[in-house]
């Protein structure tokens, strides 16, 4: 009740100003001559046409202002959910925010020298952003761009899945262009730099039911135990998609993976972007001070 009287009290206090406002006083008198018009009037017409646009564009801005804070967190949200996921951390009532802090360390490394960038906010460092800025990425040379991505960030975004002090498993961000699109995804790996854990593809227009099969939980589960590198000195990646099902009794088949029925494109870009990424272009170097540190 007292609420309801003050708010009268400050609607009729607006009221009083805008009736000594000389341009309100011109709107009110414009108004009337209009709202009198007939309703064929042109004059008329144009005006509730425009007043209507007027209108709606206030109340789609103020919508697009007032959502954008839960946008970008929602954003933040999916990210966290999809790194937790490829960590394999995440079950139906896992909170999102408090996993990832408890058990999520986001790290950024220089992609030339693999040491980690000690000077730059992890949290804030946005690595696709940064590819986009001719300041902070590198542009791939044609014959080296297997990956079809023309440029990369120098610095990549890792996330290290820890227990203790040490390193559980390492998610590493992925790109590269399948059919359609360009297809963005996380491989995670084990802490040996070398054992695949899991892949995720966060966003990627391939064609839902062929290529976009690339987030299939079932075909997502053929990667679990597959290895990346035939020999890790070298770096040389060795993972690669083929035509068909996997026989595992047969020697290399730990660098193999089923492709995608239907999507041979699509599998030969996963080939081409995971071999990209794990070799001296991507993290082959960061992986290798890994198992270094490590042994
Ligand atoms: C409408 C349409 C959508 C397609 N989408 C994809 C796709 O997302 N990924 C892909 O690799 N192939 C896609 N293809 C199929 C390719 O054109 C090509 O035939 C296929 O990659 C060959 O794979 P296969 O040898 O396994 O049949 C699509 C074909 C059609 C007609």
Partial sequence: MLEKKMSCKHLEGISAVLDKNEYYQ??????????ALGNDSLEKTIAVAVSLCLVCAVLVSFAAVALKPLQINNKELDMKRNILDVAGLLEEDTDINTAFAEKIEAKIVDLETGDYVENIDANEYDQRKAAKDPAQSIAIPK???????????KYAKVFLVKEGSSIKSIILPVNGYGLWSTMYGFL?????GQ??????????????????????????????GKKVYADTETGEPALSLIKGVVDN??????????????????STGVTNLVRYWMSSEGFASYLKKVREVKS
């Avoid at 011109?26 to 709202?35: E, G, P, S, T």
């Avoid at 014959?143 to 960030?153: E, F, L, W």
């Avoid at 995670?188 to 040996?192: E, R, T, Y």
Wanted: charge should be positive.
């Fill in 188 to 192: 995670s790996l084990d802490a040996d």
């Fill in 195 to 224: 054992t695949v854990q899991s892949i995720n593809f966060y966003d990627q227009a391939e064609t839902p039911g062929l290529g976009g099969e690339v987030v299939n939980p079932n075909w997502r589960a053929l990667w679990k």
């Fill in 143 to 153: 014959d080296k761009d297997i990956a079809h991505i023309r440029v990369k960030a």
């Fill in 26 to 35: 011109k709107f009110k008198a414009y108004r009337d001559k209009v709202l």
């Fill in 249 to 266: 009794t047969k020697p290399g088949s730990q660098y193999q993976v089923d492709g995608l029925a239907g999507a041979t494109l699509t």
